[in-house]
């Protein structure tokens, strides 16, 4: 059955219930899956679906499904962090599945009330042999969330394949990019390729855009701010340099962190900018609430001091290592508070609904990683809510906003060896990610963060780029025309907006230069190189979205396409002339209908 035969396909709803207590109906996607699973009836299961979609709702029917049929006995979840466990245990219990999360493999048995158990992958590779006996025992469904994480350590995928090989039913979820490392994934088919590389192969697959589609996420607006950096290095030298500019790898990672500086002037200027934001957003979503995503736990409280200098409030902190961590995000969520701040614990999987504006304030910059941060954003509730993440403007970062919907799968033996493939430059940058997050204490401290402003650069939204001609002044009306767009847009007016006020702002300066006298011996300044490139870069986004909306081509499949013909670097750090050669082999295939 494919999503055009099911009445739903017009609509995010299915008018069958879900697992009692999850949500009230299942939406397409998720009858679809469950059509496709009870009629095949398959021991291993891999569902691939956004983030804020209902991996969980789609998970526990499918639980349900099975106890109420007896093909299974006992229900075990495997999560990344505690805190999911917890969130598990909570959704089944309003399904009506008692799950323990405070098992651990050294317990034994569990109270005769429970029908199943939560664990974390850390936990099975702790105790394998323990899991696996007691698999062993029961017929017994998993249910492996954010299954990727099972390649986070060799250790963990044996301990994994271990503990569940004699499970009767395997169901394992991700929400995200597979992992950019050759690591197989216990449990995941692979397929080869038409290069004959082995790829994961989903049972089913529901992207970022067929659920923007169907309004089961919100789209997000992305605000990305630039401005000029100064530190010292190691060696003493000290350097000045422009947030987005084209920089070597140690340049640009020195220039975010100097950027992301709690004593410097970008981060108070872009959370307040952000919290101007959340106070546009609450005019129509009265409880939306923002989330800045920290690097570490001193910058996290640094930032929560900022806003609430700014704000007049005390924001909620998260820290990584908190016992009482999962109480405070319950807490934020119930509440009508406008901040939380966390240290990566608010990565991937929290359900926390309400949070409509983001700051990405962490120097992790790879494509799992940010697209884990985004899609605690995207849960939709309401038609027309729509979601903002303000984020330095740092080439890779740029690149992962404008290639959102782009699906990937785990390649397997994969040998890059060409910059023409498509995941050369994800391979490079969670390499060089790693690195980073590697160093050691002695590299990090030899680096000193002098000063840093802040300016608002550009829009980015469904591939396409907004803003006004060169940068412009945090605080201003430019800024203003931005930041104080309505909170409940559905994708068609957000577009319609942003490409309104980026024009009337355009006529107006355009105006107002006409209308300006200029002496007959003053020269009339050229174009700065920056600004320049930024008209370019609008310019091709604006067409790469066109092309989408004509053919249906990702943005991301696009500008691969347009690299692999014009030659040259991604969009964000190409050239000139690159950009123009883009430009015109784009409006080429728009003139013959095909690329």
Not at 314 to 324: C, G, Q
Not at 403 to 416: I, T, W
Request: proline letters at 5%; charged letters at 25%.
């Amino acid at each position: 059955m494919s999503s055009a035969d099911l009445p739903g396909a017009l609509t995010p709803a299915w008018p069958n219930k879900a697992a009692w207590g999850t949500a009230p109906k299942l939406r397409a996607w998720q009858q679809e899956a469950l059509s496709k699973y009870l009629s095949e009836q398959p021991r291993d299961y891999l569902a691939v679906a956004t983030p804020g979609a209902g991996k969980t709702t789609f998970a526990l029917t499918v639980a349900a499904e099975l106890l109420g049929r007896r093909l299974i006995d006992r229900v075990t979840i495997v999560a990344p962090t505690e805190h999911l466990k917890v969130q598990w245990a909570e959704a089944a219990a309003r399904a009506g599945i008692a799950i323990d999360p405070t098992y651990s493999a050294g317990q034994g048995k569990t109270s005769a009330d429970y029908v199943g158990i939560a664990v974390t992958y850390a936990g099975v590779a702790v105790n394998p042999l323990a899991m696996r006996i007691r698999t062993e025992r029961f017929k017994t469904l998993v249910i492996l969330d954010e299954v990727h994480h099972a390649g986070d350590a060799l250790s963990w995928g044996e301990g994994v394949r271990e503990a569940f090989e004699p499970a009767a039913r395997r169901l394992a979820l991700t929400g995200t990019p597979f992992r950019s490392d050759t690591n197989p994934i216990p449990f995941v088919t692979y397929a080869p390729g038409e290069d004959g590389i082995p790829r994961s192969a989903a049972d089913y697959t529901y992207g970022y855009a067929e659920a923007l589609r169907d309004h089961v996420v919100r789209p997000v607006l992305f605000m990305a701010y630039s401005g000029q950096m100064q530190w010292r290095t190691r060696a003493g030298d000290e350097i000045a340099a422009h947030l987005g500019e084209p920089l070597t790898k140690d340049l640009t990672s020195q220039a975010l962190r100097t950027a992301l500086d709690p004593a410097g002037s970008w981060i108070p200027s872009v959370l307040a900018a952000a919290d101007k934001r959340l106070t546009e957003v609450r005019r129509h979503v009265p409880d939306a609430g923002g989330l800045v995503i920290a690097t570490d736990q001193d910058s996290a409280r640094s930032y929560a001091k900022t806003l609430k200098t700014i704000t007049g409030q005390s924001a909620t902190v998260v820290l990584s290592d908190e016992k009482a961590g999962s109480k405070k995000i319950a807490k934020f969520s119930e509440s009508e508070d406008r901040w939380m701040v966390a240290v990566r614990m608010v990565s991937e999987g929290v359900d926390v609904p309400r949070l409509a504006v983001g700051v990405y304030a962490t120097t992790t910059s790879t494509p799992l990683f940010f697209a884990q941060a985004v899609g605690r954003f995207v849960r939709a509730r309401t038609r027309g809510e729509t979601a903002s993440v303000f984020l330095p403007s740092v080439p890779n970062l740029l690149g992962f906003a404008s290639e959102l919907e782009l699906q990937r799968d785990h390649v397997l033996g994969k040998k890059v060896t060409s910059e023409d493939d498509i995941f050369a430059a994800e391979d490079a940058l969670m390499a060089a990610a790693n690195a980073e997050e590697g160093a050691s204490e002695e590299e990090l401290g030899a680096w000193e963060a002098m000063g840093s402003e802040a300016r608002f650069d550009r829009v980015l939204f469904d591939g396409g780029e907004f803003g006004h001609s060169g940068e412009v002044h945090v605080g201003s009306e430019e800024e203003m025309d931005f930041l104080g767009i309505p909170g409940l847009l559905d994708a068609d007016q957000m577009r319609t907006v942003l490409q309104q006020r980026q024009s009337d702002r355009a006529r107006k300066q355009k105006s107002a230069s006409a209308s300006a006298p200029v002496a007959a011996d003053e020269p009339v300044a050229a174009v700065a190189a920056h600004e320049q490139l930024a008209v370019l870069r609008r310019e091709l986004n604006g067409l790469v979205a066109a092309w989408h909306h004509r053919t249906k081509t990702p943005h991301g499949v696009t500008h691969n396409r347009l690299r692999k013909e014009c030659g040259g670097p991604p969009a964000a750090v190409a050239n000139a002339d690159q950009l123009k050669a883009r430009i015109d082999t784009l409006r080429d295939w728009a003139a013959r209908g095909s690329a």
